[in-house]
């Protein structure tokens, strides 16, 4: 049965049981209480700080950089490994700027009947995934007071609707948490908030005597949030009364201009551009808007659908996660998401309805949390993690037909490439562009920690390899033109020279990182301490070697590869002389050089097999053996993103058993007690970190494509990992390398899947041509034509 309605009998008590709808920029989340409609706003561009923030002191000057990274080095060579840790930290700049609420609307309705009774009767709250709106209905079936909303992308407002079968009156409150500048109007027909960042937010992870700081004089984001009221008042000159329909539009404008550069303009500029929104979209007609809207979403939304045989329950969603949460009635430790296969197709279209929302071309990039966050100090400044978590956001825009959505990611590459030439030079006397495991929409590339935090999460100068993974992946899979092949072998070649004149050649003659961790793990070191610094880190290793032959395979595509090109020389001397990434004696994968003992053996983190997922490097199968076993080692519980992670490593290496061990982990109901670093899922379906992160519910989606689909090796690979408790199905729309559009069916037997049916058809020219397609049990060659559908022939 499809799955696309999250729906639920009582209103949200907490944030994170809350909704959430967007367009990309302006998210709320929906809170659904009849007597009083409860909307967090969030604008993506509304982040503390400016460009200048990379700029506040402490800095560490080139000098001092020189000398912490020649103490760290000697301390290596003495064996001095904490040392080498201490003197890393001295390269610690302040921290990032922070991703915060603009706003919290409040739609109170006098005479709603009946309010949030506590057994739900006579209300249903829900969010209709294919039409992104959130929907309360309460009172009696036949006439119900009904609360619609919905936030448009081409129009950039937020629409919330009351119709009501009796008359009632009606108060719009807007509070912020930011500096409030001004208010105009009075509410009942139009008000307008004027408000200002804060110049400086502290994570809560750093004590501080002043966390958030509102600096006049410093240069800030300023914004306004406008609100237009129309009703159907008996009395025009009291909008809000005796009312039995209501329209309220909403636009939110800031003076942020684009990642990386200064904002421009006052909150009053703002202002009119707000105002000027909602004139747009009611000279055009809400009908019109409401349409586009439809339509927008739409067509990105409809572009793939996972439909499973299993009938779907007829209950609220929160009670079906509690309920595969029950076994014999009793709470388990594991779900048994069996008892309910809809809520994997479920949680799947959830993950690409989060990412149309809170990801569009022209904006910023999702951050840990998308766009919906409600903390003034929201859990790791809500910012930009890119020793996984940010590309982890967007695994899934190319293989679940949502291309466009990734923009914004090569976006912030591209801001880091410009910002990151200066820290390159001034902290590790090299050229090219660096970037460390944390950055905000002013594109910050320094270490950051304050001088005080451990080097096994602060000290990561690989950042801009992963990302960069993501403007090549692009074009497998057909997406970028020559031009957007030129820009992004620009921004891979500057990371490449900073990679050479980062590697050191080790006393066998290979190259490797001289400085390097594995992130945020740590080892033993021989006097039963603990360190994180090392030498060739796997995850250095395996983030090197696919960036600099990316490097290479690009340039040859652009006839950029001429033997006199002195860095491709280089590059490729590198690239063949690089250390690989090495088994250890128990079979496993080494993930520090000289292969200590990890201080967690169960970390998060799984980074030394990133070369299975995301990766395409097939290293043997000694290396797939080893990355199982390396996962086994690991253990399966973890939290919310690192399960996912887990889940595609798992597709990756054709284990559909090990995945629907992790499906019992995935659907861990967080509302029962659970310890504090496993993950689950909210009453919401929000993934659980905990606390709430992003990445878990896009990962999974990836994860579950990845179960599907498969195309990484240069074949098609149709159901190389479908767990035995989705049963039979179907997948429509899902996206192969080079850009291909795959449509399946399947039936589940005691051997696993069973293929039924499947089409492809080369979107463009360049897929076209002769593919190879393999199945369980089978394999066939197909010639595929732009445009034309071939159905596989399985005799």
Aim: glycine residues 10%; aromatic residues 6%; contains cysteine.
């Amino acid at each position: 049965m499809s799955e696309h309605l999250l729906r639920y009998a009582v209103p949200a008590s907490e944030w994170t049981d809350a909704l959430p709808i967007g367009n990309g920029a302006l998210g709320a989340m929906c809170f659904g209480d009849p007597a009083e409609a409860v909307f967090v706003l969030n604008e993506e561009t509304a982040w503390s700080g400016s460009p200048a923030s990379e700029r506040m002191p402490p800095t560490v000057g080139a000098d001092a950089a020189a000398a912490a990274l020649a103490r760290a080095r000697e301390a290596m060579a003495d064996g001095r490994f904490a040392d080498a840790d201490e003197a890393v930290r001295l390269l610690q700049h302040r921290h990032t700027q922070a991703y915060l609420p603009v706003a919290t609307l409040r739609v109170a309705i006098a005479g709603a009947a009946p309010t949030a009774a506590s057994d739900g009767a006579g209300y249903e709250r829900s969010l209709d995934l294919r039409t992104a709106t959130h929907t309360v209905r309460t009172g009696p079936l036949d006439a119900p007071l009904v609360q619609r909303t919905w936030i448009s992308a081409p129009h950039g407002v937020m629409v919330h609707e009351i119709e009501a079968p009796e008359a009632v009156d009606i108060e719009v409150v807007l509070d912020t948490g930011l500096q409030e500048l001004d208010r105009v109007g009075s509410g009942a027909e139009e008000a307008t908030l004027l408000f200002r960042l804060p110049s400086d937010v502290v994570p809560p992870h750093d004590d501080s005597a002043e966390p958030i700081v509102f600096d006049a004089a410093a240069e800030v984001v300023e914004g306004a949030v406008c609100v237009r009221v129309l009703s159907d008042a008996p009395d025009p000159g009291r909008p809000l009364r005796g009312i039995r329909t209501l329209r309220l539009i909403v636009a939110v404008e800031t003076t942020f201009t684009r990642i990386g550069a200064p904002p421009r303009g006052s909150a009053e500029d703002a202002a009119e551009r707000a105002r000027a929104r909602i004139e747009r979209a009611l000279a055009d007609g809400l009908e019109r808007v409401r349409a586009e809207q439809l339509d927008d979403h739409g067509r990105l939304y409809g572009r793939v659908e996972l439909d499973l045989d299993a009938p779907t329950p007829d209950a609220v969603t929160d009670r079906r996660l509690r309920d595969v949460n029950v076994v014999d009635g009793a709470a388990g430790e594991l779900a048994e998401p069996a008892a309910d296969p809809g809520l994997a197709a479920l949680l799947f279209h959830y993950g690409r309805y989060l990412l149309i929302c809170s990801s569009r071309p022209g904006g910023l990039p999702g951050t840990l949390q998308g766009i919906w966050n409600g903390e003034m100090r929201p859990p790791w400044s809500s910012n930009y993690t890119t020793n996984i978590n940010v590309q982890m956001n967007y695994w899934a825009a190319h293989t679940t037909a949502l291309a466009e959505t990734e923009e914004p990611l090569l976006d912030l590459v591209e801001a880091l490439a410009d910002n990151g030439r200066e820290t390159a030079g001034r902290l590790y006397g090299a050229r090219g562009w660096v970037a460390h495991h944390n950055t905000d929409a002013w594109a910050y590339t320094q270490p950051v920690g304050n001088g005080v935090h451990d080097a096994q999460w602060a000290f990561w100068p690989m950042a801009g390899f992963w990302l960069c993974r993501h403007l090549e992946e692009r074009h497998r899979f057909g997406a970028g033109d020559p031009l957007s092949r030129e820009r992004a072998h620009r921004v891979i070649r500057q990371a490449s020279l900073f990679a050479l004149d980062w590697v050191h050649r080790g006393p066998d003659g290979t190259f490797t990182t001289l400085l390097s961790t594995s992130p945020e793990n740590d080892y033993r070191t021989p006097d039963g301490g603990r360190a994180a610094v090392t030498t060739g880190a796997a995850l250095d290793l395996v983030l090197l070697r696919e960036h600099l032959a990316a490097d290479l395979a690009l340039a040859a595509q652009l006839g950029h590869d001429s033997a006199a090109d002195a860095d491709a020389v280089r590059i490729r001397e590198v690239l063949n002389g690089l250390a690989p990434v090495r088994v250890t004696a128990s079979g496993s994968i080494a993930e520090w050089g000289g292969d200590p003992d990890a201080v967690d053996p169960h970390h998060r983190h799984v980074s030394p097999v990133a070369f299975v997922y995301p990766g395409a490097d097939d290293l043997g199968e000694e290396h797939r053996r080893a990355a199982s076993r390396f996962l086994d080692a690991r253990g399966d519980d973890a939290t919310g993103w690192s399960l996912a992670w887990k889940l595609a490593l798992r597709a990756r290496l054709r284990e559909p058993g090990r995945v629907d061990g992790l499906l019992k982990l995935v659907f861990r109901d967080m509302t029962l007690p659970r310890d504090a670093e496993v993950g689950g899922l909210y009453p919401s379906l929000l993934a659980a970190h905990p606390p709430f992160q992003i990445d878990g519910n896009l990962g999974y989606t990836a994860a579950i494509a990845e179960c599907l689909l498969q195309s990484h090796r240069g074949d098609i690979e149709l159901l190389p990992a479908v767990p035995a408790s989705f049963g039979g199905g179907r997948v429509r729309g899902l996206r192969a390398r080079p850009g291909i559009v795959v449509d399946i069916a399947w039936e589940m037997s005691d051997s696993g899947a069973r293929l039924t049916s499947a089409r492809l058809t080369a979107e463009t020219d360049a897929a076209a041509g002769t593919r190879l397609v393999r199945w369980p049990g089978g394999s066939a060659r197909v010639e595929l034509h732009a445009g034309r559908p071939v159905e596989l022939d399985r005799g």
